[in-house]
């Protein structure tokens, strides 16, 4: 039979215990650790073969390598490729929707690389970058827009017109804006492929490393909204 001392005892040990899970529940949803925060958040590449990883070995595509460079044990990320080869900003809008499906917590915006090379206006570029942001905003889903830079032979006015496109569109709806998506890499042999335009293996990591404090700061806001 237990004694009156040794279920005084038990009874504090179990209010010990009691008060032990209280205060850890409490933690958990106190600002030092946000609940939810555990929960993994979804991100989407979308973007041209720059993302798809276009001449490059399996996992070594931009979304694979950010994807790893960003994981933590308390905020577990994952990283979906939707990037298409030879797209424009016309086709990243033509398949919006299912690029990019419901659930998705934030999107990675890489597009307009090819507009520039074919030449194509600024203003129609422009104008569908603005549809594709302003769709994902409408969604609840935050933006990063990575930015592109037009090559020096479209001449300085067609230049200074395409950069200042993606400064507006971020402005407009409140979507982050990493400058230039190929900063460090672009004009570089030893890191681009033969054609001089995509990036090696090592010019993924380059590019990773560049963009990947912005990233942070991204995630970083998705995650205290979750």
Same mark, same amino acid.
């Given at each position: 039979?237990?004694?009156?001392?040794?279920?005084?005892?038990?009874?504090?040990?179990?209010?010990?215990?009691?008060?032990?899970?209280?205060?850890?529940?409490?933690?958990?949803?106190?600002?030092?650790?946000? #609940? =939810?925060? $555990?929960?993994?958040?979804? @991100?989407?590449?979308?973007?041209?073969?720059?993302? !798809? /990883?276009?001449?490059?070995?399996?996992?070594?595509?931009?979304?694979?390598?950010?994807?790893?460079a960003i994981n933590r044990a308390d905020r577990p990320v994952s990283i979906a490729n939707a990037g298409v080869s030879g797209d424009t900003t016309s086709g990243g809008l033509?398949?919006?929707?299912?690029?990019?499906?419901?659930?998705?917590?934030?999107?990675?915006?890489?597009?307009?690389?090819?507009?520039?090379?074919?030449?194509?206006?600024?203003?129609?570029?422009?104008?569908?970058?603005?549809?594709?942001?302003?769709?994902?905003?409408?969604?609840?889903?935050?933006?990063?827009? #990575? =930015?592109? $830079?037009?090559?020096?032979? @479209?001449?300085?006015?067609?230049?200074?017109?395409? !950069? /200042?496109?993606?400064?507006?569109?971020?402005?407009?709806?409140?979507?982050?804006?990493?400058?230039?998506?190929?900063?460090?890499?672009?004009?570089?042999?030893?890191?681009?492929?033969?054609?001089?335009?995509?990036?090696?293996?090592?010019?993924?990591?380059?590019?990773?490393?560049?963009?990947?404090?912005?990233?942070?700061?991204?995630?970083?806001?998705?995650?205290?909204?979750?």
């Amino acid at each position: 039979m237990t004694s009156i001392s040794e279920a005084k005892a038990d009874l504090s040990r179990r209010n010990v215990a009691g008060l032990g899970l209280a205060a850890i529940a409490a933690t958990l949803t106190s600002g030092n650790v946000r #609940a =939810g925060t $555990l929960r993994t958040i979804r @991100l989407v590449a979308l973007g041209d073969s720059l993302t !798809a /990883g276009f001449g490059l070995p399996p996992g070594a595509a931009f979304p694979a390598v950010l994807e790893k460079a960003i994981n933590r044990a308390d905020r577990p990320v994952s990283i979906a490729n939707a990037g298409v080869s030879g797209d424009t900003t016309s086709g990243g809008l033509e398949r919006l929707d299912w690029a990019v499906p419901d659930g998705t917590d934030g999107v990675i915006v890489e597009l307009g690389a090819n507009d520039m090379l074919r030449g194509l206006d600024p203003s129609l570029t422009e104008n569908n970058l603005d549809q594709i942001v302003g769709r994902i905003r409408e969604k609840k889903m935050a933006v990063l827009l #990575a =930015g592109m $830079l037009a090559a020096p032979n @479209l001449g300085p006015q067609y230049g200074e017109r395409f !950069a /200042g496109l993606y400064k507006r569109i971020a402005e407009k709806h409140g979507a982050l804006l990493y400058p230039f998506f190929l900063d460090g890499v672009a004009g570089r042999a030893e890191f681009t492929l033969r054609d001089g335009l995509h990036p090696t293996v090592d010019g993924v990591k380059i590019i990773v490393e560049r963009i990947k404090p912005v990233v942070e700061t991204f995630v970083g806001d998705i995650a205290k909204s979750i």
